[in-house]
């Protein structure tokens, strides 16, 4: 009896404590504890649904290196799994992948979330996460919507942080360039654990600022919790810059960004900056705060979009007819 096809929808996240560097690169196991956001309208629809071949398809835009990633992992994951047969995967971001994004979180997390309910495996979402993690680190989080965590150890998953009592801020995603990165974060990451004089300090002080986010979150202390990921995010693109070749992700309109949040900033308004492995700059804000800082980058030349949007991001998945 032929299957029904199963839709799926997840959502890119941004680490505000990030984890940037792995113990194991086949498993992807995450050097350091991270902790991230949802991001409710950043999403990959994908559809996962049986194959006119017995073989795995996949359908969309994407670069050769790209396609060939997603299909291996879609061969890895079912063989893991125990399940056959081939699969016709349609894929499709509503925002640019490759750029800084999380495409690959928001992914990884859409073809574990659906493989799991094509094959009615209803695996535990800590099992789903691990086979997410295998795909992209990141795509562990993006199983959760909200504030999600997740830790190191020889087989991590992740888990929401934040469940009884959500804590609604604002997200400002400001694109500054909307081509493909020309390194892509699992290259400048080993590039940077091997060659950056700055990584072995990175490490070491990944465990209290995980733990100071944590508290700020469970606080609800916004100042506490910008101060601690805007300084995390500084110090991992400080060993970016640092590696040998020297990388830089942002371009004149991310530093340009920078320099404004700081100057909003002291005028009282709860705003703070994170950034991922490339040149978009993401806006934590409080809600009544949100349209005074979209405000202050009206003019600002080199922003190609502005995303208003929230945290959230938990995965939608439905059964289609």
Not at 85 to 109: D, V
Not at 245 to 250: E, K
Request: net charge negative.
């Amino acid at each position: 009896m032929k299957k029904a096809p199963i839709k799926i929808s997840a959502a890119a996240n941004v680490a505000l404590i990030k984890y940037w560097g792995k113990t194991d690169l086949e498993k992807n196991i995450p050097s350091a504890p991270s902790l991230s956001v949802g991001i409710e309208d950043l999403r990959t629809d994908t559809i996962i649904s049986e194959s006119r071949e017995d073989k795995d398809t996949l359908i969309g835009k994407f670069k050769k290196s790209d396609e060939q990633r997603i299909l291996n992992y879609v061969f890895m994951a079912k063989k893991l799994l125990g399940v056959s047969g081939g699969l016709e995967i349609e894929t499709e971001n509503n925002f640019p992948a490759s750029s800084g994004l999380a495409s690959s979180a928001s992914g990884f997390a859409a073809i574990a979330l659906g493989i799991d309910k094509f094959y009615g495996l209803d695996m535990p979402r800590e099992d789903i996460s691990r086979l997410a993690r295998l795909g992209s680190g990141s795509a562990a989080r993006s199983i959760y919507g909200g504030f999600v965590q997740m830790d190191t150890g020889p087989d991590p998953f992740a888990k929401p942080l934040i469940v009884e009592d959500p804590w609604p801020l604002d997200i400002l995603v400001l694109v500054t360039e909307e081509q493909p990165k020309k390194m892509s974060s699992t290259d400048s990451m080993n590039l940077t654990k091997d060659t950056s004089p700055f990584y072995s300090a990175w490490l070491d002080t990944q465990e209290a600022d995980f733990l100071k986010a944590k508290d700020a979150i469970e606080e609800k202390d916004f100042w506490k919790l910008a101060q601690i990921s805007e300084h995390n995010c500084l110090k991992m693109h400080s060993t970016i810059m640092t590696s040998k070749p020297p990388h830089v992700y942002w371009n004149p309109t991310t530093v340009e960004i920078l320099h404004q949040v700081q100057k909003i900033q002291k005028k009282g308004l709860r705003v703070f900056f994170t950034i991922d492995a490339g040149p978009q700059v993401k806006l934590i804000c409080d809600p009544s705060d949100t349209q005074r800082v979209l405000e202050q980058f009206e003019s600002t030349s080199g922003i190609s979009r502005r995303i208003v949007t929230k945290v959230g991001g938990e995965p939608q998945i439905e059964q289609l007819a």
